[in-house]
């Protein structure tokens, strides 16, 4: 893999950041688009890439990072969150669509292949687990502003692999699970747990924490990303990038606990009380992640005890971080899904 000029869409973002500092770490010439300032936090960035900001919906910011000469664009930028789901459903439509189509229009343009980062949530809440790339899709009503965010996502995959159809554009679909680690917003299961737990305050559990998901360490997900990128059979191709180790969350809340030594019992949530049909969640969530472990070589690496233990160590360093705002406390709905 020799060194590319690469753009990076929701670059300034948890797995966008990551991915900018392995694409620096390289040797890349490196362009990071997204709406919002690059955290002081993210040094090699601010530092190393050059920053374009605006919003994927304008085309002629856009065109501004994706410019000729551009080897490939890694599509992150989204609305990301059920908090966010739940209140911007219109905005994940049209970030994801319209931005979307502005992004593989601009890459068309240029010449430059694309790498789109998409979402376990597609499958919605198929019940035969593991899931197969080519697995179906099953959803509930579209009353529920929870699956905004699985046919909008779904919605870019097809646009992505029309554009490799109809145009020719090579295009590669990389779907994580669960991604955590640094930097993670705490509104998520694991970031919010380690953020309550490190700040004294007892983890919430939701429906009994009976849910399970293959969470899938920061690094790993950057891994499969980067042979996606690279792999010269990728183009066309979607990859599930993530891991197939279930765990519960009532056990991944008890191992947060273990490893930040906080003995705080959990607080339940009942979310249809809380949230009606608005919210409707995934009882169980695997991959089958054969097809990426064959073809681009990639391996989940990180075990979650492992990659905890160093998402809690990076969290202990970096006190903004635990000075941020517990999102839980506007929407107590955070924790279920991705
Ligand atoms: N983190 C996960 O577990 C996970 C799981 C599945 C899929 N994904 C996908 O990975 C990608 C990155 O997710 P993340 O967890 O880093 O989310 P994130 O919210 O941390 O990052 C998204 C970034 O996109 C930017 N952005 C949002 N709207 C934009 C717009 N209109 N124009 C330009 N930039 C905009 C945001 O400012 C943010 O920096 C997303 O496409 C998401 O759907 C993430």
């Not at 430059?112 to 080519?134: I, L, Q």
């Not at 233990?309 to 635990?322: D, G, Q, S, V």
Request: include cysteine; charged fraction near 25%.
């Amino acid at each position: 893999m020799s060194p590319t000029r690469a753009v990076v869409t929701g670059g300034a973002g948890f797995v966008g950041s990551h991915l900018v500092e392995r694409l620096i770490g390289r040797g890349d010439e490196v362009t990071v688009f997204d709406s919002g300032p690059v955290p002081h936090d993210q040094r090699l960035s601010r530092e190393h890439a050059r920053h374009v900001e605006g919003d994927i919906r304008d085309p002629a910011r856009l065109a501004e990072a994706i410019t000729r000469g551009v080897d490939v664009v890694y599509h992150l930028a989204a609305v990301v969150g059920v908090d966010q789901y739940l209140a911007r459903p219109l905005d994940v439509i049209d970030i994801n669509f319209l931005g979307t189509r502005n992004v593989l229009e601009q890459a068309l343009r240029v010449g430059a292949r694309v790498v789109v980062a998409s979402t376990s949530e597609v499958f919605g809440k198929n019940p035969a687990v593991p899931w197969s790339e080519d697995a179906d899709r099953v959803l509930g009503p579209t009353s529920a502003d929870r699956w905004t965010y699985s046919s909008a996502k779904a919605l870019t995959e097809h646009l992505t692999l029309a554009f490799g159809r109809q145009h020719g554009l090579e295009a590669t679909i990389v779907r994580y699970f669960n991604a955590y680690g640094p930097r993670q917003r705490p509104a998520f299961m694991l970031s919010r747990s380690i953020h309550r737990a490190l700040n004294g305050r007892p983890a919430v559990l939701y429906d009994k924490g009976e849910q399970t998901r293959c969470f899938t360490f920061v690094d790993d997900a950057i891994e499969g990303t980067l042979l996606a990128a690279f792999h010269p059979a990728a183009g066309g191709e979607t990859f599930n990038v993530g891991s197939m180790v279930e765990t519960t969350m009532g056990d991944a809340a008890r191992l947060v606990a273990t490893l930040t030594e906080t003995d705080l019992a959990g607080v339940a949530v009942d979310t249809r009380a809380a949230l009606g049909s608005a919210y409707e969640d995934v009882p169980r969530r695997i991959p089958d992640n054969s097809k990426a472990r064959r073809i681009l070589n990639w391996e989940c690496r990180t075990s979650l005890r492992e990659g905890l233990t160093r998402t809690i160590a990076w969290a202990r360093a970096n006190p903004w971080w635990l000075a941020h705002p517990d999102n839980g406390a506007a929407l107590p709905l955070d924790a279920a899904t991705r």
